[in-house]
């Protein structure tokens, strides 16, 4: 069936990977995008700078699920420096490309990921 | 279970009856209707005004007062160019309901190009036309007011008679697009006091590629091709003879079973209504409540994406629509393409909310089993999306801290 969506992203959307919570999450990232409405939650758990789990929920479109449960395929057993690195492009380029009108939604999943790293940097500080 | 098609506001399926009416001018009876000497071209002239009768008493119009075009955008076009065009010199203004199609909304920029301002005529919360405001734009200089019959997207009914009594006093000309509505409830042009009116054949089980517009007898209009004198002249260009014998034939039918299908519509749209609305919490219905098409059910759900919803429907066998953003134009270039519905914010859905909306516009070829299917696995679409939903998260953890606190627990 050729729908709007590759069969990468009908598969994350359908079977979403690692959607949840983590209790304990050492960085927490939340972020919304106006024009969609859409909001990812992104939980990692962080030991010796290496992310060992990673679990989002989000509120949002097809794109912005599959997006979200490919992220945390890709972020799992890295390092956070190696998770930096992630681009959007690289998050649609594993789902096998987006309708140009959903790209905005793996900038979201940057921005969620990057967003949890920092609020896990700075949880260490505080510590 | 074969497919659930409850997107009638988009198509509907062509009658059995209606291709055995068409498809003798698919094949043997050919012929170009402006070939007035040759038997060919008599027979397609005479079928086309065979089906001219059909429409025209669908609507309660005279049949000369039946303009044949190709789609619903055709006729709207036509309708609303046209009549600005013949009426330029008593005035410039012309007044669109916040509610309309596209395809009377679109003709927005090319009009002003033409010189001609567009004033919008609000809507209250259910949709309603709000008589207040169209009083005070109707008082100097209105030419035309475009005011759709019935909202596909949330069901309600424009009180048209009542605006049409007010326009005649101002000599504003109403047209009304009654593509949603004609076929599902009765549509009488004299009743309802328009001087134009569309009509298509693919949302009434007739084929695609046919369509009407009513012109009242008197009413000038403008013609936007120029050609040879097929319709009058107003719509010139060789009739499209089999779609328009479908398109007479779905009328004819209409007409005939049109208490039958209504009822049907009502009841299951009833059903469907009170199944979802018992079954799902924070679910909001769009649209006024009674002034409503028959068989039509349109809401939104809290913390949950419309097009998330449409797809999972979609993947369970049922085909919806719905006004989000998010699916509203998801090939364009970058996601300015994407659009919140027009309809849903006029009518004062906050634009962060109306992302959940769903419409199920029903016809007479659905049944009961449909609707009860339905019924059963949308809740489960709304679980599984809003187990995911961090917003549905947070109304929960509020919902449990309000009620430690003594707060109310809804």
């Not at chain 1, 987006?98 to 939604?105: E, F, Q, R, S, Y």
């Not at chain 2, 209105?142 to 326009?167: K, M, N, W």
């Not at chain 2, 109306?354 to 679980?383: A, Q, R």
Request: aromatic residues 6%.
């Amino acid at each position: 069936m050729a729908g709007p969506y590759s069969e990468k992203v009908m598969d994350h959307f359908m079977n979403p990977r690692n959607m949840g919570e983590i209790e304990d999450a050492d960085g927490i990232g939340e972020v919304g995008n106006p024009v969609c409405g859409d909001v990812m939650k992104l939980y990692l758990k962080i030991e010796n700078d290496v992310i060992v789990d990673a679990k989002f929920k989000t509120f949002g479109c097809g794109a912005a699920i599959a997006t979200s449960s490919i992220t945390t395929e890709l972020i799992k057993g890295k390092t956070i420096e190696e998770a930096l690195k992630l681009t959007n492009e690289a998050v649609a380029e594993a789902l096998g490309g987006l309708p140009p009108a959903k790209m905005h939604c793996s900038v979201l999943a940057e921005e969620a990921l990057k967003a949890a790293i920092e609020d896990y940097r700075k949880k260490r500080k505080e510590k | 279970m074969s497919r659930i098609f409850f997107d009638s506001g988009s198509f509907t399926k062509m009658d059995r009856r209606v291709l055995e009416a068409m498809l003798p001018y698919l094949t043997e009876r050919f012929g170009n209707p402006s070939s007035i000497f040759l038997k060919e071209g008599e027979i397609a002239k005479s079928a086309i005004e065979e089906a001219r009768e059909k429409v025209a008493e669908l609507i309660n119009a005279d049949p000369k007062e039946v303009i044949f075009t190709s789609s619903a955008t055709e006729s709207n076009n036509l309708a609303i160019k046209g009549l600005a065009l013949a009426r330029k010199n008593k005035g410039r203004k012309i007044l669109f309901s916040q509610i309309e199609h596209y395809s009377v909304l679109n003709q927005a920029d090319f009009l002003k190009s033409l010189g001609f301002q567009i004033e919008y005529v609000k809507v209250d919360k259910d949709g309603l036309i709000d008589m207040d405001d169209l009083d005070k734009k109707t008082r100097d200089g209105a030419i035309l007011l475009s005011l759709l019959h019935a909202s596909p997207e949330i069901g309600t009914l424009e009180p048209i008679s009542e605006v049409s009594e007010l326009l005649k006093e101002r000599d504003v000309l109403l047209f009304c697009d009654a593509v949603a509505s004609c076929g599902r409830i009765p549509v009488d042009v004299k009743e309802m006091g328009v001087d134009a009116l569309s009509v298509s054949s693919q949302m009434l089980h007739g084929p695609v590629g046919a369509s009407a517009l009513y012109l009242r007898k008197g009413v000038e209009i403008v013609p936007l091709m120029q050609g040879g004198f097929q319709e009058m002249g107003i719509r010139p260009g060789t009739e499209n003879v089999p779609a328009i014998v479908g398109f007479g034939e779905a009328c004819r039918l209409a007409k005939e079973e049109l208490e039958e299908r209504r009822k049907k519509l009502e009841k299951l749209g009833k059903r469907l209504w009170d199944g979802i609305d018992s079954a799902i919490e924070n679910i909001h219905f769009t649209g006024h409540r009674e002034k409503r098409l028959p068989g039509h059910v349109s809401f939104w759900v809290e913390y949950v994406e419309g097009e998330s919803l449409l797809i999972w429907l979609n993947l369970k066998g049922v085909a919806s629509s719905t006004g989000s953003a998010c699916a509203s134009n998801i090939f364009a270039r970058d996601e300015t393409g994407l659009r919140a519905s027009h309809v849903l914010t006029a009518i004062g859905v906050p634009p962060d909310l109306c992302h959940g909306s769903i419409t199920f516009m029903l016809s007479k070829d659905n049944t009961e089993e449909e609707v009860e299917y339905v019924i059963s696995v949308l809740p489960e679409i709304v679980d599984t999306l809003r187990k995911m939903s961090p917003l549905y998260e947070k109304h929960m953890r509020e919902k449990i801290k309000g009620g430690t606190h003594g707060g109310t627990v809804q």
